[in-house]
Nanobody, 124 residues
Framework: QVQLVESGGGTVQAGGSLRLSCAAS????????MSWYRQAPGKEREFVSS???????NYVDSVKGRFTISQDNAKNTVYLQMNSLKPEDTAMYYC??????????????????WGQGTQVTVSS
């Protein structure tokens, strides 16, 4: 079954902005630690940003001050606001569930899943 669905990618000029979304399936009482990764052609997949279910965030140095990760727990959705985009940000962006937290017995949550990816292209 589909566990993560990403959206929001596209083509933008350098200096522009995009907001990526990643919605996890499962009960809205599920809590997730989630991350964004990206993979450019010919390169390995790299970590971009992460967020714990309680809000602690982390970023790779190359995006600090430009990207902001956030979440809406009521919608099981994590966002990546990307500002001041550069051509080197061009990549396929993937979200990932790092850890699932279940605080309510009997609910169905998503686990250990990667999204299908959304393409971000930044033109110079």
């Amino acid at each position: 079954q589909v566990q993560l669905v990403e959206s929001g990618g596209g083509t933008v000029q350098a200096g522009g902005s995009l907001r990526l979304s990643c919605a996890a399936s499962g009960h809205t009482d599920c809590r997730y630690d989630m991350s964004w990764y990206r993979q450019a052609p010919g390169k390995e997949r790299e970590f971009v940003s992460s967020i714990k279910y309680y809000g602690t965030t982390n970023y790779v140095d190359s995006v600090k001050g430009r990207f902001t990760i956030s979440q809406d727990n009521a919608k099981n959705t994590v966002y990546l606001q990307m500002n001041s985009l550069k051509p080197e940000d061009t990549a396929m962006y993937y979200c990932k569930i790092d850890q699932t937290w279940v605080f309510t017995a009997g609910i169905k949550c998503a686990y250990n899943s990667w999204g299908q990816g959304t393409q971000v292209t930044v033109s110079s």
